[in-house]
């Protein structure tokens, strides 16, 4: 079933066992458009499937779920009007067991001097009977109750539970029966534990398309290349144009590094000087090797039929796009994969010119273009976003318009692919997470230690599925 | 079936007699929580007067074809490859595999009901859906919690949800795991039922010397010890889910605050090597003692050298651990997730947030706790909460549901199937479709009445009353 009705089906689920009326906002989960922050907090109504009343009791329940949604800090605000509670406080057994972002229960323990409600859980809620009756058993300890005090929020249990004979209510214990049957459904406390949606982070439109721009500034630089091969291949453009203009471009991107590094330097170049000598000279001399050698491709693809050099040429550049690294924090020279494939595919092409000039040239624009540029583009992404998003419609008009100078038909394609990647996948993306998307958490989740060195170890090696 | 028979004095048998079928990749000699939970519920199932057979998987090398366990029960090793997945040894996933296997089964052991056991067994899974197919009666228990979030969740998920679309009747043991059943398999609250495990207190109670109204300050000042000189014995499987790493902050806390309190800590697994770094980084040599894996029949003595029993779990939908311990008389601290909580009531269970400092907080409490703690008491009354026998008679209930009701016919669970998903829902469908066909095939090859019935095995019960001459004779009773 769709997602949307699966997520009706949970609400059935709940529905028919127990005839629970969700939250208003059930579909939509917590309101959207905050970008980057949690925002359970204050939310917690429409967060969860039942909407808890707002008084003093329950907003532990608003520190609850704000605790739990934040993801592992420790709340210490101000909760400890929940401490002031008497009696009941004490700590649900269902309590929202959030692990994730469970609270250290410090917050409210030296505070509280419950002495009815410590060490209880929700089993003693309205339970004045001889059973673990706390003050008798001296079980006192406040500390007992600080760790249980990250529970504190499904305070007050009084109200759910259907009342039994003896004044008693149904809890959710397994050490005592009811005679109301296994398969009885509590209609306020089956899934009270429940969290929809409430650690989902909604990112902005606008932020996905800055995001998005990065794959389409990839393609627009493998469709420029390709286009200009096939200019050269037809003749239209001569191989001296493009080695001129290769050169005019790596000058120019030279000129701007020198006037926006040299004068401060980066942490990853200390000595931009020494480094851009020492990188022009390499370049100089694999140039001319280059120059030297060209001749000798032109035998490399001869026995390949056209259809077969467009095919590998076609896979090699989709293996190019799909393992480049698009995020702004990756460093270049992890794309290996993909700067290689790119490589590849220009030899390749390279070797169908009859002239070596144009074979070079061939060559020269692809270095470039998918090796050359990439720390050049990496440092406009981190130091000057807007002329990298600039320099991605530049790329993509010259490409536009080369099309246009020849089939109207292929001008129109890339630009559909273009509006594709740029506006409608992350348009598509934005709606599938507002609507469809459904995190489910509650107590059945596996618990993230807190303050643990050995369990974060754990995690940060990624270890943990 | 239909006739009451008086088994023992005061324990009259149900109106009705079943044969169940209880099947599970995890049964002996492999232990586990499944696995005693199976082969308690057979032993109690076949002392109330039904009759049991399980099937499982041929433990290769060891255990294979068809054998006899206490109280007669038929156990049937199917040799069949299994392989090691992260959930357990199973048998791999196919979906026609089994078919001919568990159709001579259940056809020759005239199977009412087919009870399977556990999400991550595939056995567990094409039995019910076989005997589905066949038109028998199933039941479910499920005995873990699982995420929504991670890939291999969601693929069990999926499979479960298609899984459970013909079972008559899940039972979950706690109210967690119901939720999280009726959350990931979409199933209607009111077909799962909560049936929680029980503890054999023959097996897990304070030793003998101890009177029984005696308190471990009693015990203590008996034996002349200080009330400080405690054992904390924690056993545990030493991986990330089971708490291990919690354990390496919170045993030299705990240490430290309160120096004379020992450590057993029996289990293994690859955070053993934390551990022993933590004892070489503390200088704890003398003070907690690695006991490496405890077999379950060690299980019992090892607890009992400690007066607390620590789990520190990230994870359990209902922790038997805790209950052994309790009802050896010990003080229990556990980590409060899953449905722990729901185990104990908060005075004989001591709950922490999977936090090391709040669990040496834990800790420091049970100290507190436990001198006024009677062992035989905490025993009888864990005893009297948690027994098989209880736990038999309510699953019996939940047979009695379903005996009538057979499963959903064939048009009814494609269209149940197509409801699954556009892709997704056309795959099951269709191999339903495909499964009915070679059932229908198999009919006709090897149609049921070739098939020998098998005899009931007396159970030795039974044999009260019976004349020696008559020991081993198939009994007529009524048996189809």
Same mark, same amino acid.
């Given at each position: 079933?769709?997602?949307?009705?699966?997520?009706?089906?949970?609400?059935?689920?709940?529905?028919?066992?127990?005839?629970?009326?969700?939250?208003?906002?059930?579909?939509?989960?917590?309101?959207?458009?905050?970008?980057?922050?949690?925002?359970?907090?204050?939310?917690?109504?429409?967060?969860?499937?039942?909407?808890?009343?707002?008084?003093?009791?329950?907003?532990?329940?608003?520190?609850?779920?704000?605790?739990?949604?934040?993801?592992?800090?420790?709340?210490?605000?101000?909760?400890?009007?929940?401490?002031?509670?008497?009696?009941?406080?004490?700590?649900?057994?269902?309590?929202?067991?959030?692990?994730?972002?469970?609270?250290?229960?410090?917050?409210?323990?030296?505070?509280?001097?419950?002495?009815?409600?410590?060490?209880?859980?929700?089993?003693?809620?309205?339970?004045?009977? +001889?059973?673990?009756?706390?003050?008798?058993?001296?079980?006192?300890?406040?500390?007992?109750?600080?760790?249980?005090?990250?529970?504190?929020?499904?305070?007050?249990?009084?109200?759910?539970?259907?009342?039994?004979?003896?004044?008693?209510?149904?809890?959710?214990?397994?050490?005592?029966?009811?005679?109301?049957?296994?398969?009885?459904?509590?209609?306020?406390?089956?899934?009270?534990?429940? /969290?929809?949606?409430?650690?989902?982070?909604?990112?902005?439109?606008?932020?996905?398309?800055?995001?998005?721009?990065?794959?389409?500034?990839?393609?627009?630089?493998?469709?420029?290349?390709?286009?200009?091969?096939?200019?050269?291949?037809?003749?239209?453009?001569?191989?001296?144009?493009?080695?001129?203009?290769?050169?005019?471009?790596?000058?120019?991107?030279?000129?701007?590094?020198?006037?926006?590094?040299?004068?401060?330097?980066?942490?990853?170049?200390?000595?931009?000087?020494?480094?851009?000598?020492?990188?022009?000279?390499?370049?100089?001399?694999?140039?001319?090797?280059?120059?030297?050698?060209?001749?000798?491709?032109?035998?490399?693809?001869?026995?390949?039929?056209?259809?077969?050099?467009?095919?590998?040429?076609?896979?090699?550049?989709?293996?190019?796009?799909?393992?480049?690294?698009?995020?702004?924090?990756?460093?270049?020279?992890?794309?290996?994969?993909?700067?290689?494939?790119?490589?590849?595919?220009?030899?390749?092409?390279?070797?169908?010119?009859?002239?070596?000039?144009?074979?070079?040239?061939?060559?020269?624009?692809?270095?470039?273009?998918?090796?050359?540029?990439?720390?050049?583009?990496?440092?406009?992404?981190?130091?000057?976003?807007?002329?990298?998003?600039?320099?991605?419609?530049?790329?993509?008009?010259?490409?536009?318009?080369?099309?246009?100078?020849?089939?109207?038909?292929?001008?129109?394609?890339?630009?559909?692919?273009?509006?594709?990647?740029?506006?409608?996948?992350?348009?598509?993306?934005?709606?599938?997470?507002?609507?469809?998307?459904?995190?489910?958490?509650?107590?059945?989740?596996?618990?993230?230690?807190?303050?643990?060195?050995?369990?974060?170890?754990?995690?940060?090696?990624?270890?943990?599925? | 079936?239909?006739?009451?028979?008086?088994?023992?004095?005061?324990?009259?048998?149900?109106?009705?007699?079943?044969?169940?079928?209880?099947?599970?990749?995890?049964?002996?000699?492999?232990?586990?929580?499944?696995?005693?939970?199976?082969?308690?519920?057979?032993?109690?199932?076949?002392?109330?007067?039904?009759?049991?057979?399980?099937?499982?998987?041929?433990?290769?090398?060891?255990?294979?074809?068809?054998?006899?366990?206490?109280?007669?029960?038929?156990?049937?090793?199917?040799?069949?490859?299994?392989?090691?997945?992260?959930?357990?040894?199973?048998?791999?996933?196919?979906?026609?595999?089994?078919?001919?296997?568990?159709?001579?089964?259940?056809?020759?052991?005239?199977?009412?009901?087919?009870?399977?056991?556990?999400?991550?067994?595939?056995?567990?899974?094409?039995?019910?859906?076989?005997?589905?197919?066949?038109?028998?009666?199933?039941?479910?228990?499920?005995?873990?919690?699982?995420?929504?979030?991670?890939?291999?969740?969601?693929?069990?998920?999926?499979?479960?949800?298609?899984?459970?679309?013909?079972?008559?009747?899940?039972?979950?043991?706690?109210?967690?795991?119901?939720?999280?059943?009726?959350?990931?398999?979409?199933?209607?609250?009111?077909?799962?039922?909560?049936?929680?495990?029980?503890?054999?207190?023959?097996?897990?109670?304070?030793?003998?010397?101890?009177?029984?109204?005696?308190?471990?300050?009693?015990?203590?000042?008996?034996?002349?010890?200080?009330?400080?000189?405690?054992?904390?014995?924690?056993?545990?499987?030493?991986?990330?889910?089971?708490?291990?790493?919690?354990?390496?902050?919170?045993?030299?806390?705990?240490?430290?605050?309160?120096?004379?309190?020992?450590?057993?800590?029996?289990?293994?697994?690859?955070?053993?090597?934390?551990?022993?770094?933590?004892?070489?980084?503390?200088?704890?040599?003398?003070?907690?003692?690695?006991?490496?894996?405890?077999?379950?029949?060690?299980?019992?003595?090892?607890?009992?050298?400690?007066?607390?029993?620590?789990?520190?779990?990230?994870?359990?939908?209902?922790?038997?651990?805790?209950?052994?311990?309790?009802?050896?008389?010990?003080?229990?601290?556990?980590?409060?997730?899953?449905?722990?909580?729901?185990?104990?009531?908060?005075?004989?269970?001591?709950?922490?947030?999977?936090?090391?400092?709040?669990?040496?907080?834990?800790?420091?409490?049970?100290?507190?706790?436990?001198?006024?703690?009677?062992?035989?008491?905490?025993?009888?009354?864990?005893?009297?909460?948690?027994?098989?026998?209880?736990?038999?008679?309510?699953?019996?209930?939940?047979?009695?549901?379903?005996?009538?009701?057979?499963?959903?016919?064939?048009?009814?669970?494609?269209?149940?199937?197509?409801?699954? +998903?556009?892709?997704?829902?056309?795959?099951?469908?269709?191999?339903?479709?495909?499964?009915?066909?070679?059932?229908?095939?198999?009919?006709?090859?090897?149609?049921?009445?070739?098939?020998?019935?098998?005899?009931?095995?007396?159970?030795?019960?039974?044999?009260?009353?019976?004349?020696?001459?008559?020991?081993?004779?198939?009994?007529?009773?009524?048996? /189809?």
């Amino acid at each position: 079933m769709s997602r949307k009705s699966a997520k009706q089906s949970v609400k059935g689920a709940t529905r028919e066992g127990n005839g629970v009326s969700t939250a208003t906002d059930g579909d939509r989960g917590p309101g959207r458009g905050e970008a980057g922050g949690d925002d359970g907090c204050g939310r917690g109504g429409e967060n969860r499937r039942k909407p808890r009343p707002r008084d003093g009791t329950s907003g532990a329940d608003g520190r609850g779920n704000c605790g739990d949604a934040d993801n592992g800090n420790n709340h210490n605000n101000a909760s400890n009007n929940s401490c002031s509670n008497s009696g009941s406080k004490g700590n649900s057994s269902s309590g929202n067991r959030n692990s994730k972002g469970s609270i250290n229960g410090k917050g409210n323990n030296s505070s509280c001097g419950n002495s009815d409600s410590t060490g209880n859980s929700s089993n003693n809620k309205g339970n004045n009977n +001889g059973k673990g009756n706390n003050s008798s058993r001296g079980n006192r300890d406040s500390t007992c109750n600080s760790s249980k005090g990250n529970s504190g929020h499904k305070a007050n249990r009084r109200q759910g539970g259907k009342a039994l004979a003896g004044g008693q209510r149904w809890q959710r214990v397994l050490w005592q029966q009811t005679g109301l049957g296994d398969s009885y459904v509590d209609e306020e406390r089956f899934l009270e534990g429940l /969290q929809l949606n409430t650690r989902v982070r909604l990112v902005p439109y606008a932020q996905l398309i800055k995001h998005s721009t990065a794959v389409t500034q990839q393609v627009a630089v493998a469709t420029l290349y390709l286009q200009v091969f096939s200019q050269l291949l037809q003749g239209r453009i001569s191989s001296d144009t493009v080695c001129a203009a290769c050169a005019a471009a790596a000058a120019a991107a030279l000129a701007v590094y020198s006037v926006c590094v040299l004068p401060r330097g980066t942490s990853s170049a200390p000595q931009p000087r020494a480094d851009i000598a020492a990188g022009l000279s390499e370049l100089a001399i694999s140039a001319g090797a280059l120059y030297f050698v060209s001749p000798i491709l032109r035998t490399l693809t001869e026995p390949w039929a056209d259809d077969t050099l467009t095919t590998v040429c076609v896979l090699l550049f989709v293996v190019n796009l799909a393992t480049s690294d698009y995020s702004s924090a990756g460093d270049f020279a992890k794309e290996t994969v993909s700067v290689n494939s790119a490589s590849v595919a220009s030899v390749l092409l390279a070797s169908r010119f009859e002239e070596p000039g144009a074979g070079f040239a061939t060559i020269a624009l692809a270095v470039l273009l998918f090796t050359a540029s990439l720390p050049f583009r990496r440092f406009l992404r981190v130091s000057y976003p807007d002329a990298w998003f600039a320099l991605t419609w530049l790329l993509v008009g010259s490409c536009f318009a080369s099309f246009v100078a020849v089939d109207a038909c292929w001008a129109g394609a890339f630009a559909a692919v273009v509006a594709g990647i740029t506006f409608a996948i992350p348009a598509w993306f934005n709606y599938e997470q507002r609507v469809a998307k459904m995190q489910i958490n509650g107590p059945w989740d596996e618990a993230r230690p807190t303050n643990c060195a050995a369990a974060a170890e754990w995690d940060t090696a990624g270890l943990l599925t | 079936m239909g006739e009451r028979i008086q088994l023992e004095a005061g324990r009259a048998a149900p109106a009705r007699r079943y044969k169940i079928c209880l099947v599970s990749d995890f049964f002996f000699p492999g232990f586990g929580g499944v696995e005693t939970h199976i082969f308690c519920l057979a032993w109690c199932l076949k002392r109330a007067g039904h009759r049991v057979v399980i099937v499982t998987r041929a433990y290769n090398n060891d255990r294979q074809g068809i054998r006899c366990i206490t109280g007669g029960v038929k156990v049937y090793y199917l040799p069949l490859y299994s392989a090691s997945f992260p959930h357990g040894v199973s048998t791999l996933p196919t979906t026609l595999d089994l078919l001919p296997w568990l159709r001579h089964v259940f056809i020759r052991e005239s199977v009412d009901i087919v009870h399977g056991h556990q999400t991550t067994s595939n056995m567990c899974q094409e039995a019910m859906f076989h005997a589905t197919t066949m038109g028998i009666p199933t039941v479910f228990t499920d005995h873990s919690l699982f995420g929504f979030a991670d890939a291999s969740s969601i693929h069990i998920n999926k499979v479960l949800e298609w899984s459970l679309q013909a079972v008559q009747h899940v039972i979950c043991v706690s109210h967690t795991a119901r939720e999280n059943t009726v959350l990931r398999a979409k199933k209607r609250p009111s077909d799962v039922s909560v049936i929680p495990n029980a503890v054999d207190p023959a097996k897990f109670q304070p030793e003998v010397s101890i009177a029984e109204s005696e308190t471990w300050r009693d015990i203590f000042e008996r034996q002349r010890r200080s009330l400080e000189k405690v054992t904390v014995v924690v056993i545990t499987r030493l991986v990330y889910r089971k708490g291990a790493d919690l354990l390496v902050d919170v045993i030299p806390s705990v240490c430290a605050k309160h120096p004379n309190v020992d450590w057993i800590v029996g289990g293994d697994g690859p955070r053993l090597l934390q551990i022993e770094q933590m004892i070489e980084m503390h200088n704890l040599h003398d003070k907690v003692e690695l006991l490496g894996a405890v077999k379950h029949d060690d299980v019992p003595g090892v607890l009992r050298r400690g007066q607390i029993f620590l789990n520190a779990s990230l994870t359990e939908s209902f922790c038997i651990a805790i209950l052994e311990a309790a009802a050896s008389g010990r003080v229990v601290v556990a980590t409060e997730v899953g449905g722990v909580p729901e185990v104990l009531p908060s005075d004989l269970l001591i709950l922490a947030p999977p936090d090391p400092k709040a669990l040496a907080d834990g800790v420091t409490a049970a100290l507190g706790r436990f001198p006024s703690v009677s062992p035989w008491a905490q025993h009888r009354r864990v005893a009297a909460m948690y027994n098989w026998e209880d736990i038999t008679a309510r699953t019996m209930t939940v047979y009695a549901k379903v005996a009538d009701t057979p499963p959903p016919p064939l048009h009814e669970r494609i269209c149940h199937n197509l409801a699954l +998903g556009l892709v997704y829902g056309c795959l099951c469908a269709g191999i339903t479709a495909l499964h009915h066909f070679v059932w229908l095939l198999l009919k006709f090859v090897s149609p049921a009445d070739g098939i020998q019935k098998a005899p009931e095995l007396p159970a030795f019960d039974d044999l009260d009353g019976t004349a020696p001459g008559e020991y081993g004779k198939v009994r007529n009773d009524g048996e /189809q």
